[in-house]
T-cell receptor
């Protein structure tokens, strides 16, 4: 039973199109994230939601719009796709550890987006 | 500025040899520290974490890391490499009250030769 699941796993599309990636977690976590991994494997946070409320937005272009219908789901919609959007997008979820205050993230398997 | 540096984008060891992957952080306050592993075409899996308890942290698959505040380091080690350890390894930091935001290093690709 997958803890953090993303769909689709692969997405190939043309420049200018609009696409969505969906994410669901069954861990009961309060916080969910989107990370982008570029072609050099560098990982950077894009967004974070806590109980459906946006708490982190890391200067991502307005063409990217996250939506969280409930705390178990965080979707990513991308408008007017550009070549530079090609990357692997990872969804993650976390819960604060009571003893330390640290969030430990559980990642999905990733969604590889290729823009032609 | 808060940042993480992993020395060496690629490390190659022989099977059975010591694995040492280096990680240094830059911040005025000690962070939470993590090592994640990414196998080809997969997501990231937590290897181990440091959250201000014991400075020597043991993780899965025989890996361990030691937090050294004086050196601002959190290097990852494994006494004896196995072929199945070949993967990309990421060091990451997080800070209290930042909503769990992870700042990742550039990653180190570990190759294991037979």
């Amino acid at each position: 039973d997958t803890a953090v699941s993303q769909t689709p796993k692969y997405l190939v599309t043309q420049m200018g199109n609009d696409k969505s990636i969906k994410c669901e977690q069954n861990l009961g976590h309060d916080t969910m994230y989107w990370y982008k991994q570029d072609s050099k494997k560098f990982l950077k946070i894009m967004f974070s939601y806590n109980n459906k409320e946006l708490i982190i937005n890391e200067t991502v272009p307005n063409r990217f719009s996250p939506k969280s219908p409930d705390k178990a789901h965080l979707n990513l919609h991308i408008n007017s796709l550009e070549l530079g959007d090609s990357a692997v997008y990872f969804c993650a979820s976390s819960q604060v550890e009571d003893s330390s205050g640290a969030n430990v993230l559980t990642f999905g398997a990733g969604s590889r987006l290729t823009v032609l | 500025a808060q940042s993480v540096t992993q020395l060496g984008s690629h490390v190659s060891v022989s099977e059975g040899a010591l694995v040492l992957l280096r990680c240094n952080y830059s911040s005025s306050v000690p962070p939470y520290l993590f090592w994640y592993v990414q196998y080809p075409n997969q997501g990231l899996q937590l290897l181990l974490k440091y959250t201000s308890a014991a400075t020597l942290v043991k993780g899965i698959n025989g890996f361990e890391a030691e937090f050294k505040k004086s050196e601002t380091s959190f290097h990852l080690t494994k006494p004896s490499a196995h072929m199945s350890d070949a993967a990309e390894y990421f060091c990451a930091v997080a800070y209290y009250n930042q909503g769990g935001k992870l700042i990742f290093g550039q990653g180190t690709e570990l190759s294991v030769k037979p």
